[in-house]
């Protein structure tokens, strides 16, 4: 089963009607008390850090449902006029290492996102060492022709080091409840795809 697409805005709208969609999935599938609030979590972080993203881009969320099996969905356009000073912008959050951008997982999430909107192959000789995450993450997936951001390949290499990354994924909840969170580029789409078995 496929979800409808929601249309994203910076407003509690987008999230209310994210949010209704996983309802519904969860009713569909028959899903526990339990699976039902895991679900609606994952939809509700995933959403959580869209706005940002939502400057650069025009945004899509569905899932996708097959039995236990889900798939949260965000799928950004970015503004077919990234305008100088937007790109500058964006450049200067994305390598900078500032506005807290390397903490947390969703942030780590958004800034691959913001990464690729970028082209990523532009940037990565600037990219500090801040932002290392980015290549330990980086993993082929068959959804996407070249190589994505996985959190399940950051998690293994995280867990190899231990130390503060895996700390950081202990205290996260999509990183306790997701099985793997993807971010890779389709066509001229940037796509973040959480991935669940109930």
Not at 20 to 32: P, T
Not at 38 to 60: C, H, K, N, Q, T
């Amino acid at each position: 089963m496929k979800s409808d697409i929601c249309k994203l805005n910076n407003d509690a709208l987008s999230l209310e009607k994210a949010l209704k969609e996983a309802e519904k999935i969860a009713v569909y599938n028959e899903y526990n008390e339990k699976q039902t609030g895991r679900l609606r979590l994952l939809a509700e972080e995933l959403i959580g850090m869209v706005p940002s993203l939502l400057e650069y881009a025009e945004g899509d969320f569905w899932i996708e449902s097959e039995g236990k099996k889900v798939e949260l969905h965000v799928s950004l356009t970015p503004s077919s006029i990234v305008n100088a000073d937007k790109r500058e912008k964006l450049l200067a959050i994305s390598t900078s290492g500032k506005n807290a951008a390397a903490v947390g997982i969703m942030n780590k999430i958004r800034i691959a996102a913001e990464m690729m909107m970028l082209d990523y192959a532009e940037v990565s000789a600037s990219m500090p060492i801040t932002h290392d995450f980015y290549a330990l993450g980086m993993s082929t997936a068959p959804v996407f022709p070249d190589p994505a951001w996985s959190l399940q390949a950051y998690r293994a290499k995280a867990e190899a080091e231990k130390g503060e990354k895996w700390d950081e994924l202990e205290k996260s909840i999509i990183a306790n409840i997701a099985d793997d969170v993807l971010v890779g580029i389709k066509g001229s789409k940037v796509d973040i795809i959480i991935k669940k078995v109930f």
